[in-house]
C-alpha cells in the first residue's frame, strides 16, 4: 500500500517526464497519461457527457416565435391581416420523457466512468507488468551471457583434458554441447528483451530507443489490510462491475416504471385561455393560453397579438376559458405487452447483479490466494540466493586455498546471478500480484478522477 500512494501521488501531481538514458516506473506511469489508449478512454468517457449535455438541452424550455398573414377579397371589399405568435413549452412534471433521458444519460455517464476507471486501472497493472517484464529481461540476457561466458571456459578446459587423455571423447562432446546450448540461449534471452521492450514502448506510444534503462527494482508489497470477508465485502461495493450492473437495473426499474405509468395515467390536461372573440366566435384581439398535460409532464403556453386587423363586424367581448379532458383506455395490448417486457428486463438485470457479485467474490478469492502464494514465494528464493551466496564463498575460501580452481568460483557466481534473478522476479510477481488484487478490489490505482 505505501507502494501504491507513492506512485499514486507522484503520477496525480506530476507530468511526464523522459529522462535521456533511464526510465523509472514513476516516470512511465506517468507518461502513461498520454498513451493511445489512456487517451481513447477518455475520449469515450467525453462522448458520454456530450450525451448527457444533449439530453439536458432538450429538457430545457423551448420558445418558438411565429407570424401569419392574410389577404382576402370579399364582394370586392379587400382586407388583410398579420399576428405575430409565439409559444413556449417545458417539462415540468418528474415523468417527462425528456426528464427520464436526462436520468438515462446521467446513468450512462455514471457507467462510462466506472468503464474509463476499470481501463486505467487495467492500464496501470499492464504497464507495470510490462515494465518489470522488461527488466527481467535484460537480467535474463546478462545471465545467459554470464553463462555463455562459463560454458566457454568449461568447453576450453574439457579440450585441454581430452588432449591430454584425461577426458572422454564423450565427455568432450557434453561440454560442446552445453556451450552450444548456451549460445543458442543467449540469442534467445537478447531476441526476448527487444520484444519486451518494444511492448512496453508500445503501450506508452513512443520507440523502444526512448526507453533507456529501466531502473526501478521491485519492491515487496504488503497485502491489503483487513480479512478476505472484509475485503470480498468491499469488493462487491465498489467493483465497476457490479456498479455497471446496479446501473442497468436502475435502467430496467425506470422502463418499467415508464410503461405502467403510459398504462395507467390518464392522458389528461387542463387548459386555460383569454382572449377577445367575435359573436362568431373568431379571435379578433389579442389572446393567450395555457396548458398542462400530465400524462406527458409537459407545460405549454402561448400567445397570439394582430398587428393589421381585417375589418370585421360585430361585437366581441372578452373571454375567460378552462378546459379539461380526460381519457384512459380501457383495453391496450401494446401498453400491457410493454409492461410485461419491462418486468422480464427487471428480473434479468437483477440477475445480472447477482452474477456479478458472485463472480467479485469468486474473483477476489482467487486473486488473494495468488497474491499470497506470490509473497511465499519471495521467502523461497530469497532463501536460495542466501544459500547461493554462501556457495560463493564457500567457493572462494577453497581457491584461495588451493583446494579449489576459478572455474567452480565461476560456476558459484552464475549461480548467484541467477538466484537474485529469480529473487527479483518473484518479488516482482508479487508487486504485480498485489496490484491485480487491487484492481479486483476495485481501487483507483491512478490516483487521479474516476
Do not use: C, H
Not at 538514458?21 to 516516470?27: A, H, K, R, T, Y
Not at 548456451?182 to 514502448?201: C, D, F, K, P, V
Not at 381519457?327 to 405487452?337: H, K
Not at 548467484?416 to 500480484?433: E, F, M, P, W
Amino acid at each position: 500500500m505505501r507502494i501504491l500512494r507513492s506512485l499514486a501521488l507522484v503520477l496525480a501531481l506530476a507530468s511526464p517526464v523522459w529522462a535521456q538514458s533511464s526510465l523509472s516506473l514513476v516516470d512511465a506511469l506517468k507518461a502513461l497519461q498520454t498513451s493511445p489508449d489512456w487517451k481513447s478512454a477518455d475520449l469515450t468517457y467525453e462522448t458520454a457527457v456530450r450525451q448527457l449535455e444533449a439530453a439536458q438541452a432538450a429538457a430545457g424550455l423551448k420558445v418558438t416565435p411565429g407570424a401569419s398573414y392574410t389577404l382576402a377579397d370579399s364582394g370586392g371589399t379587400t382586407g388583410n391581416s398579420l399576428t405575430l405568435s409565439a409559444s413556449a413549452s417545458v417539462g415540468v412534471l418528474p415523468w417527462t420523457a425528456s426528464a427520464d433521458a436526462v436520468k438515462a444519460a446521467q446513468r450512462a455517464l455514471d457507467r462510462a466512468a466506472l468503464t474509463r476507471a476499470s481501463t486505467r486501472n487495467t492500464l496501470y497493472v499492464n504497464l507495470t507488468a510490462q515494465y518489470f517484464n522488461a527488466r527481467q529481461a535484460a537480467q535474463d540476457s546478462d545471465l545467459a551471457q554470464a553463462t555463455l561466458k562459463l560454458r566457454e571456459a568449461q568447453a576450453r578446459i574439457a579440450q585441454a583434458r581430452y588432449d591430454t587423455g584425461q577426458l572422454s571423447f564423450s565427455d568432450l562432446l557434453t561440454a560442446q554441447q552445453d556451450l552450444e546450448t548456451a549460445r543458442a540461449n543467449a540469442a534467445s534471452a537478447g531476441g526476448n528483451l527487444e520484444i519486451a521492450r518494444q511492448t512496453l514502448a508500445n503501450t506508452l506510444g513512443i520507440s523502444a530507443d526512448a526507453l533507456g534503462e529501466l531502473t526501478t527494482a521491485p519492491t515487496e508489497p504488503d497485502l491489503p489490510s483487513g480479512s478476505l470477508e472484509t475485503l470480498v465485502a468491499q469488493a462487491t461495493r465498489q467493483r465497476p462491475e457490479v456498479l455497471s450492473a446496479q446501473s442497468r437495473l436502475q435502467d430496467a426499474q425506470a422502463s418499467l416504471d415508464s410503461a405502467q405509468r403510459d398504462r395507467w395515467v390518464p392522458d389528461s390536461s387542463i387548459t386555460v385561455a383569454y382572449g377577445t372573440r367575435t359573436a362568431t366566435g373568431t379571435s379578433s384581439g389579442t389572446s393567450v393560453s395555457a396548458g398542462l398535460n400530465f400524462k406527458t409532464g409537459n407545460a405549454t403556453a402561448s400567445a397570439s397579438v394582430p398587428v393589421i386587423s381585417a375589418s370585421s363586424s360585430g361585437t366581441s367581448s372578452n373571454v375567460l376559458s378552462l378546459g379539461l379532458s380526460v381519457a384512459l383506455p380501457l383495453i391496450d395490448p401494446s401498453s400491457e405487452a410493454s409492461i410485461n417486457s419491462g418486468q422480464t428486463a427487471l428480473s434479468s438485470a437483477q440477475l445480472a447483479v447477482q452474477t456479478a457479485q458472485k463472480a467479485t467474490t469468486l474473483d477476489v478469492r482467487q486473486k488473494y490466494q495468488q497474491a499470497q502464494t506470490a509473497k511465499a514465494q519471495v521467502n523461497i528464493t530469497r532463501a536460495a540466493l542466501n544459500t547461493a551466496n554462501q556457495t560463493l564463498k564457500t567457493a572462494q575460501a577453497k581457491l584461495a586455498a588451493g583446494t579449489g580452481t576459478a572455474i567452480d568460483v565461476q560456476q558459484a557466481q552464475v549461480n548467484v546471478q541467477q538466484a537474485q534473478r529469480n529473487l527479483d522476479s518473484a518479488i516482482a510477481t508479487a508487486q504485480t500480484a498485489v496490484l491485480v488484487l487491487q484492481n479486483a478490489l476495485g481501487t483507483n490505482l491512478t490516483g487521479g478522477n474516476q
